[in-house]
């Protein structure tokens, strides 16, 4: 038991390291106590955290354990698990923490019973201490809890994001493509990307990547369709202006095309410190899951999943109800980290190849779109019109939507350098892009 209350203590530090809001939610809905814990030591540990936690207080080691000066006991069990947080298991263990102190109090209550039957106490007295234990189970339930202190929260994250806006910041994630930004809101939460195979998603994501990085932001990327090598090759083939095939060996390359590589690689070089990538094949939800919070302990500002359709479900019942539970988890990760996941999809078949390359996509043309009109904060669907690449917001919760935008690449490495807002959908504003304008 001793070490299953150490790994809630680790799981507790991990999660308030990484959002001290999502902490005391899962706290909230475990309804965990010191009681719960069968060692003294545990639970003090567990009281202390606990209040440091509801008071928004941060719990790194020195001033923790400053506020424990007894020698041993609980002092000794936080400097172990101070020093060794656990990530992303915090309501997993809470869970089993609680489920273990409610069977043991039912035992009791139980024993109890079995001893006034044993020494022939009345049947009344006996019924008695049996109800006794059904109050106890009832707690197992979990689901329902006080909402003391949420009206703060609210107001404390307002308050941090006026503060912002007052220093010129903003609370929405820029791209660093203006007309995007104008018509895009990526705030914290979920936001799908959606098209056919071939119209442009991860040349979208590559060309995001590449604006953020180059702007110093840290990228998390979770990279299960193509590997971070593709995705970088992609990337630096659009810094040194030069095709992919030339970057394969699949064509011969000049020495001046020789140079040009070397320079963006060494300047690409600079900027791998912004990139951070989980290419593990074949996924769980769970496991992207781990990796979304894992990415953002290691300081990503937002998180790229490219694809949803590589990512294994839970369960084998039917898809679209498992694709929503997986989708309102990733949303719960995105809202507590504060940090936008967005999430490449696809649409459904059914048409012809060509028709579904020109064909401008609805929101119910996703697979799975009911899960994803329920679940996201954003959706965009891109389709292709001639050489040009389009894309409109179906969905925009809290601002508006049906803003169309059209992408440009750089042809060679199919990389997205520029995007232009559309002033109408009858006469849209298509500029040309070079790699001066990236």
């Known amino acids: 038991m001793s070490a299953l209350e150490t790994s809630v203590l680790r799981a507790l530090v991990g999660e308030a390291r990484l959002s001290l809001d999502s902490a005391r939610m899962l706290l909230d809905e475990a309804r965990a106590s010191a009681s719960d814990f069968t060692s003294a030591p545990h639970g003090e540990a567990f009281a202390l955290l606990e209040s440091r936690v509801r008071q928004r207080r941060e719990l790194d080691a020195a001033s923790v354990l400053a506020n424990v000066t007894t020698p041993g006991g609980a002092r000794g069990v936080l400097a172990e698990v101070l020093s060794s947080p656990e990530l992303g298991v915090l309501s997993e263990r809470l869970g089993v923490l609680r489920d273990a102190a409610i069977r043991r109090r039912a035992i009791e209550a139980l024993r109890e019973a079995a001893k006034a039957i044993q020494v ?53 994630l820029r791209t660093g493509w203006r007309d995007l930004d104008e018509v895009w809101r990526l705030v914290p939460s979920l936001h799908v990307i959606g098209a056919h195979p071939g119209v442009g998603k991860s040349a979208l994501v590559a060309g995001m990547v590449r604006k953020w990085t180059a702007a110093g932001i840290r990228v998390g990327v979770e990279a299960y369709e193509d590997d971070a090598i593709d995705m970088q090759r992609r990337i630096l083939a659009c810094d040194a202006d030069i ?6 060996g699949f064509e011969l390359v000049t020495a001046e095309a020789h140079a040009q590589v070397e320079r963006a690689a060494s300047e690409r070089q600079q900027r791998e410190q912004f990139l951070l990538v989980d290419d593990a094949p074949g996924p769980t939800i769970a496991d992207a899951i781990a990796s979304a919070r894992e990415l953002h302990a290691r300081g990503a500002r937002v998180i790229l999943l490219d694809n949803m359709t590589c990512v294994r479900l839970d369960g084998d019942g039917e898809r679209h109800l498992e694709l929503e539970d ?31 390359l020109t064909k401008r996509p609805k929101l119910t043309d996703f697979a799975g779109a009911a899960a994803w009109e329920r679940t996201c904060r954003s ?24 803003g169309e935008f059209t992408v440009t690449t750089h042809g060679p490495s199919a990389c997205v350098v520029g995007v232009e807002r559309r002033l109408g959908e009858t006469q849209p504003v298509v500029r040309t892009y070079t790699r001066r304008g990236a």
């Open 120 to 172: 022939g106490e009345s049947l009344a007295t006996v019924a008695e201490r049996t109800r006794g234990a059904l109050p106890i189970l009832d707690g197992a339930k979990g689901r329902v809890r006080e909402t003391r202190g949420d009206t703060m929260v609210i107001f404390d994250q307002a308050a941090e994001t006026w503060t912002e806006l007052a220093s010129g910041g903003a609370r929405a």
């Open 243 to 248: 095709s992919l095939a030339h970057l394969l």
């Open 326 to 356: 997986a989708l309102i988890r990733l949303r719960s990760v995105a809202t507590s980290l504060r940090v936008p996941i967005i999430v490449v999809g696809h649409l459904k078949r059914g048409q012809t190849d060509g028709d579904e």
């Open 379 to 402: 959706a965009i669907g891109m389709w292709r019109e001639g050489d040009d690449v389009v894309a409109r917001i179906l969905k925009q919760t809290n601002a508006p939507c049906g």
